[in-house]
């Protein structure tokens, strides 16, 4: 979605009805969802489609990208179209990710189990990994810390939201503190990686609770689900040639490649 205008608004609905707009696409099982009260976007990532799954933080010149921007022109350099993109984890100054952030197999980023304020710091926090053979998933980062795994790709966030459908203690039901947020999962069923993003134009209905958030990914059938970011979460969705979109501080960012 291009945070830009009214029109752009427009265009992201009817993206999710299937009305052609020059600007936005349609993303293949992109989808906008109401759910007891609040509005969410879904983009589902099928176990066929995980070698178009990408996680970026650094450019080809060793840089951090940012944003959707620099990412867009790294993807043309490389003869590339996005589909659809979102931020990942938390980052802090650099920007660089709080924790651990593998890319191709290359852990850039080590796991971060420290103590601290914030989010990410909320324990447990958690890893979403994905192996093109093994599947995805996402466990607590002690958890990963003693798993051996070695995937392809790894972001770490926090707080995790569920855990083998146990949503984190922490979280109040009744909880006030009401936010855009965004997330990933791992659908129990199949394996599927579904990424959700509150609707960030309504200011009621688009700003969740992370009890909410955790809900609405057991009703999507996830039993294990990572928050990723809060306000500054966004996302791309076909993208045209030469786009404008709006400049955001972002650290590791999903892409799902076009075929």
Same mark, same amino acid.
């Given at each position: 979605?291009?945070? @830009?205008?009214?029109?752009?608004?427009?265009?992201?609905?009817?993206?999710? @009805?299937?009305?052609?707009?020059?600007?936005?696409?349609?993303?293949?099982?992109?989808?906008?969802?109401?759910?007891?009260?609040?509005?969410?976007?879904?983009?589902?990532?099928?176990?066929?489609?995980?070698? *178009?799954?990408?996680?970026?933080?650094?450019?080809?010149?060793?840089?951090?990208?940012?944003?959707?921007?620099?990412?867009?022109?790294?993807?043309?350099?490389?003869?590339?179209?996005?589909?659809?993109?979102?931020?990942?984890?938390?980052?802090?100054?650099?920007?660089?990710?709080?924790?651990?952030?593998?890319?191709?197999?290359?852990?850039?980023?080590?796991?971060? @189990?420290?103590?601290?304020?914030?989010?990410?710091?909320?324990?447990?926090?958690?890893?979403?990994? @994905?192996?093109?053979?093994?599947?995805?998933?996402?466990?607590?980062?002690?958890?990963?810390?003693?798993?051996?795994?070695?995937?392809?790709?790894?972001?770490?966030?926090?707080?995790?939201?569920?855990?083998?459908?146990?949503?984190?203690?922490?979280?109040?039901?009744?909880?006030?503190?009401?936010?855009? *947020?965004?997330?990933?999962?791992?659908?129990?069923?199949?394996?599927?990686?579904?990424?959700?993003?509150?609707?960030?134009?309504?200011?009621?209905?688009?700003?969740?609770?992370?009890?909410?958030?955790?809900?609405?990914?057991?009703?999507?059938?996830?039993?294990?689900?990572?928050?990723?970011?809060?306000?500054?979460?966004?996302?791309?969705?076909?993208?045209?040639?030469?786009?404008?979109?709006?400049?955001?501080?972002?650290?590791?960012?999903?892409?799902?490649?076009?075929?």
């Amino acid at each position: 979605m291009f945070r @830009l205008s009214r029109g752009r608004v427009l265009g992201w609905f009817a993206s999710v @009805l299937g009305v052609s707009f020059s600007h936005v696409g349609h993303a293949a099982n992109l989808e906008r969802i109401e759910f007891e009260g609040a509005i969410y976007h879904v983009l589902r990532v099928d176990r066929a489609d995980f070698p *178009r799954l990408d996680l970026r933080w650094l450019g080809q010149d060793g840089k951090p990208l940012g944003s959707f921007g620099p990412l867009l022109q790294e993807a043309a350099k490389e003869g590339r179209q996005i589909e659809f993109a979102t931020n990942a984890g938390i980052y802090e100054r650099g920007p660089k990710p709080c924790g651990l952030t593998i890319t191709d197999g290359k852990e850039l980023v080590p796991l971060n @189990l420290a103590k601290g304020e914030g989010n990410f710091y909320l324990h447990p926090n958690g890893v979403f990994f @994905l192996d093109d053979k093994r599947g995805a998933g996402v466990m607590t980062g002690e958890e990963y810390g003693k798993s051996g795994l070695q995937p392809r790709l790894a972001t770490q966030s926090g707080p995790i939201l569920l855990r083998q459908g146990k949503i984190h203690p922490a979280f109040n039901v009744n909880s006030p503190n009401r936010r855009l *947020r965004n997330a990933v999962g791992v659908r129990a069923s199949d394996g599927q990686v579904v990424f959700v993003m509150s609707d960030r134009e309504d200011r009621v209905k688009g700003r969740v609770t992370f009890h909410q958030l955790s809900l609405f990914f057991l009703h999507l059938g996830c039993q294990d689900a990572l928050f990723l970011d809060g306000d500054i979460s966004d996302v791309l969705v076909n993208p045209p040639a030469g786009a404008t979109v709006t400049p955001n501080t972002f650290a590791g960012m999903f892409v799902l490649w076009k075929k």
